[in-house]
């Protein structure tokens, strides 16, 4: 008996194909996989996956949280054993990626051989779900703020294309008096010098500059109570 630090430790294989489903409308559904055979793939696309114990998914979702099947053919409840045979898949991971205790996708692993997945590879993978969720909900929250933009643009430029039909001089000013539109007449009819108006956010500001300009009606030593009174009516 040698010194038990050289015997050759355990090699735990790591899964050799997986499958993302997504969630939505309270089923998963085949985002992407990896190492797939075409024909397995093929049926996964095909059925929405729900909440039940009768596949790795449908557990990983009851449970919320990371489930295995050791042996997808000895296990009592598992229903795909036909494909489980057909597709070599023995061994099943199911790991939910939550977003406040709520499904956004599932992870499937297999292998092809009965081999539990270890303490550490379940630690690891169940790491990689939560700093994915995090991806993917930054993605979601980028992609939200891209489209309030996109529509905001357009609204704006739809807006300004009224406005600049319309011979008046004329303003939109949101309810703290910030200045949101103005139309090109407004420079001819009230003299306003473009690149100083362009520098405007607020109505106190335009009426400060008649003020100094000798146009404003009303008190010309008090722009901001005339302003206030503007935003009132």
């Known amino acids: 008996g040698g010194n038990h630090e050289d015997r050759p430790r355990p090699r735990h294989r790591g899964a050799e194909r997986g499958i993302l489903y997504r969630y939505q409308d309270g089923a998963c559904h085949f985002e992407t996989g990896y190492n797939i055979p075409p024909g397995y793939e093929e049926v996964e696309r095909g059925r929405p996956l729900h909440a039940t114990n009768l596949t790795i998914v449908g557990r990983a979702l009851l449970e919320r949280r990371t489930v295995q099947i050791v042996d997808t053919l000895a296990d009592p409840v598992y229903a795909g054993k036909e494909e489980a045979r057909a597709g070599n898949v023995r061994s099943l991971l199911g790991v939910p990626l939550l977003r406040d205790g709520e499904p956004v996708c599932v992870l499937a692993l297999a292998r092809s051989a009965v081999e539990a997945f270890t303490d550490r590879q379940i630690e690891m993978v169940t790491s990689f779900a939560d700093q994915a969720v995090i991806a993917i909900e930054n993605a979601r ?93």
């Open 141 to 233: 929250l980028l992609e939200e703020l891209q489209s309030a933009r996109r529509q905001a643009e357009e609204e704006r430029t739809l807006m300004r294309a009224i406005l600049d039909n319309v011979t008046d001089g004329m303003a939109l000013f949101e309810a703290n008096g910030d200045i949101a539109l103005w139309n090109n007449a407004i420079y001819d009819i009230n003299g306003f010098p473009r690149d100083e108006f362009e520098q405007f956010r607020n109505i106190r500001q335009v009426f400060e500059w008649q003020a100094r300009h000798g146009q404003l009606i009303g008190d010309p030593s008090d722009p901001d109570t005339i302003a206030d009174t503007y935003l009132r009516r």
